[in-house]
């Protein structure tokens, strides 16, 4: 595979993995396949995406920061709606997910971003802080106005059912009749999808997750709630809606969410699904290729995944600044696990599942 590939396969089905393929296309001149299903925007969202999100390392606080207001002008050039203003509680249970959370308020305020404690905190919460002034993405607009911007970019897009995609070791692979330069699996779907189970667990652990979806109730002094030590997360959406996220390993993903925000036990239910979800086993990014098997990887970016897009294509383009350059090697999956120099707050499944 060329160090810097001209023709790319992006393979995933979150909004994620279409803008990253729209970049790619429209700003770095890549001749770009997107193998994805139909893009609707009644798709309940699987994750959610911030501006700046709960994590520990400053240097990915300092990267989001930066690249965060390209992020938002290339956005607002897609569609209207998108982006909204969010102040979300944060809380923690339990003594690493505490010590994250005191290390997530210095971090914030060191970056410029005002905290305040909570108390009570919500749900089961022993404390809990309110970050203010982040960005919400709102997964459901930007999917309704891809299709039209990766017309646009250039992107071609292929249902996985017609491109009968083949991976080589090398990374290269082959659509129908067509070779491209690179694959990169863009969601944990893909990964899941396109690599070997012995693979994949040299790297991350897989686990089954949870996304729900309540009709809309009265408005919450608490609109977005965020839990460290479970995984989960509530947000109320502008209509009233609650699209809340939560591990779901032992089909206990509902307890989690009420344990997290108590008010979500009163609402109705308009949709859920459950899926598959990826954990990193040092709970940071997996960016670049694998070891044995050297297709590219793009998953465990948590709630900066589109913040990050453009800074990750640039990457992928071979045009990143020296210090992107630096925080997107230092995240390949070839890493070391146990002596991880980027660890986040990484809990097993079952731990995050108690």
């Known amino acids: 595979m060329p160090d810097t590939p001209q023709t790319i396969a992006v393979v995933g089905t979150s909004v994620f993995a279409a803008f990253l393929a729209g970049l790619l296309a429209g700003h770095h001149s890549k001749d770009v396949v997107l193998i994805a299903s139909v893009a609707s925007p009644h798709r309940l969202p699987r994750s959610i995406s911030l501006s700046v999100a709960p994590v520990l390392r400053p240097e990915t606080w300092q990267v989001a920061i930066a690249q965060w207001p390209e992020t938002r002008k290339l956005l607002a050039r897609i569609g209207p709606e998108i982006v909204s203003r969010t102040d979300p509680v944060i809380a923690a249970s339990g003594l690493e997910a505490e010590t994250a959370l005191s290390h997530l308020r210095h971090l914030a305020a060191g970056f410029g971003f005002a905290t305040e404690p909570v108390a009570p905190a919500p749900g089961d919460g022993t404390n809990a802080i309110r970050m203010r002034d982040v960005e919400w993405i709102d997964h459901i607009w930007l999917s309704t106005y891809l299709p039209a911007w990766l017309e646009t970019t250039g992107v071609r897009s292929i249902l996985p059912q ?151 294509a640039r990457f992928v383009a071979g045009v990143a600044s020296a210090e992107e350059m630096e925080w997107c090697v230092a995240r390949r999956p070839t890493r070391s696990f146990d002596r991880s120099s980027v660890a986040e707050l990484a809990l097993k499944a079952h731990e995050r599942a108690a």
């Open 162 to 312: 017609v491109a009968q995609l083949s991976i080589k070791r090398d990374g290269s692979g082959r659509i129908e009749d067509r070779s491209v330069d690179c694959v990169i699996l863009a969601d944990d779907d893909a990964m899941i999808a396109h690599i070997a189970p012995e693979i994949l667990a040299e790297v991350a652990q897989t686990t089954s997750a949870l996304a729900v979806l309540s009709e809309p109730s009265p408005r919450q002094s608490m609109a977005h709630v965020m839990r460290l030590d479970s995984a989960t997360s509530i947000y109320q959406q502008a209509d009233g809606s609650l699209l809340c996220h939560a591990l779901d390993p032992d089909g206990f993903g509902e307890t989690r969410i009420a344990n997290a925000f108590a008010a979500s036990a009163n609402t109705r239910q308009a949709a859920r699904v459950r899926y598959e979800r990826l954990l990193s086993h040092d709970g940071a990014p997996l960016i670049g290729s694998m070891r044995q098997f050297r297709v590219w990887t793009m998953s465990a970016l948590g709630g900066l995944d589109l913040t990050l897009a453009p800074m990750l």
